[in-house]
């Protein structure tokens, strides 16, 4: 099993920054595909970004590029999200995602393993 938390969502104002962290335990972390999803009420989960095992090639949705950076700390077991010029649009929960299995890095039927996600808002 490998169990995920994330933290640092809260309350910003548009074009404010939020930096978010998902600490991982149990099974090997550094094996692990990293992604972070969000997903609003009545709405499909969405991909954000994703990092490779090596944390060597990153991957972003189009509404992520250029504003989110996503990183991990494979020593801390510790994947991060810094999140730069919020938008109110951004606003829903975020989530944290290991995926071991293969396919497409932004199809969330690929993750397997979840945490209980994070609350961003941005206000106007």
């Known amino acids: 099993q490998v169990q995920l938390v994330e933290s640092g969502g809260g309350l910003v104002q548009a074009g404010g920054s939020l930096k978010l962290s998902c600490a991982a335990s149990?099974?090997?972390?550094?094996?692990?595909?990293m992604g972070w999803f969000r997903q609003a009420p009545g709405k499909e989960r969405e991909f954000v970004a994703a990092?490779?095992?090596?944390?060597?090639?990153?991957y972003y949705a189009d509404s992520a590029k250029g504003r989110f950076t996503i990183s991990r700390d494979n020593a801390k077991n510790t994947v991060y999200l810094q999140m730069n010029s919020l938008k109110p649009e951004d606003t829903t929960v975020y989530y944290c995602?290991?995926?071991?299995?293969?396919?497409?890095?932004?199809?969330?039927?690929?993750?397997?393993?979840w945490g209980q996600g994070t609350q961003v808002t941005v206000s106007s």
């Open positions: 149990g099974r090997t972390f550094s094996s692990y595909v």
């Open positions: 990092i490779s095992w090596r944390g060597t090639n990153t």
């Open positions: 995602a290991a995926k071991t299995l293969g396919g497409v890095i932004s199809d969330v039927g690929t993750y397997n393993y």
